[in-house]
């Protein structure tokens, strides 16, 4: 959001990291579900426009200190367990779709393969090959899987 506000305004940039501070801890985040402001105090933001369509909090200015912090507590608690679960959901999605294309393709035995021949030659592997080792790409079966 800031390099977006330096980017428009590049003069005046640094009167805008108020505002886009506001409005980056006032935002849901995906990877929590929550907002910034609500995790850290356990309440949304009150904005100017709440004010005018007469949209109220519940009051908890009236509860007795003891009560309002154990109300607190629970509230707190329950929005980070809320947040260690999805962002948790969210990890494991974003490993699988990493590994999907991180660990290239799988091999089983038997499979024909394309391998670099100087390789077989470095690397003294034992494979069945249909044609000629002195070419740069040379078919072969794999016979066995190394791990």
Same mark, same amino acid.
């Given at each position: 959001?800031?390099? !977006? &506000?330096?980017?428009?305004?590049? $003069?005046?940039?640094?009167? %805008?990291? *108020?505002?886009?501070?506001?409005?980056?801890?006032?935002?849901?985040?995906?990877?929590?579900?929550?907002?910034?402001?609500?995790?850290?105090?356990?309440?949304?933001?009150?904005?100017?426009?709440?004010?005018?369509?007469?949209? !109220? &909090?519940?009051?908890?200015?009236? $509860?007795?200190?003891?009560? %309002?912090? *154990?109300?607190?507590?629970?509230?707190?608690?329950?929005?980070?367990?809320?947040?260690?679960?999805?962002?948790?959901?969210?990890?494991?999605?974003?490993?699988?779709?990493?590994?999907?294309?991180?660990?290239?393709?799988?091999?089983?035995?038997?499979?024909?393969?394309? $391998?670099?021949?100087?390789?077989?030659?470095?690397?003294?592997?034992?494979?069945?090959?249909?044609?000629?080792?002195?070419?740069?790409?040379?078919?072969?079966?794999?016979?066995?899987?190394?791990?």
């Amino acid at each position: 959001m800031l390099a !977006t &506000s330096a980017k428009n305004n590049p $003069l005046n940039w640094e009167s %805008y990291i *108020r505002p886009v501070c506001f409005a980056y801890n006032t935002s849901i985040h995906a990877l929590t579900g929550f907002t910034p402001l609500y995790l850290m105090y356990g309440r949304e933001a009150r904005l100017p426009i709440d004010l005018t369509f007469g949209v !109220t &909090s519940s009051s908890l200015s009236d $509860l007795f200190p003891l009560t %309002y912090s *154990r109300h607190m507590q629970l509230v707190l608690h329950y929005a980070y367990k809320k947040a260690r679960d999805t962002l948790g959901d969210v990890q494991r999605r974003q490993k699988m779709l990493y590994d999907r294309k991180v660990h290239g393709p799988s091999y089983k035995e038997g499979d024909k393969v394309l $391998l670099y021949s100087t390789l077989v030659l470095l690397l003294n592997v034992s494979c069945i090959t249909h044609g000629p080792v002195h070419t740069k790409l040379s078919p072969y079966y794999l016979m066995s899987i190394i791990k």
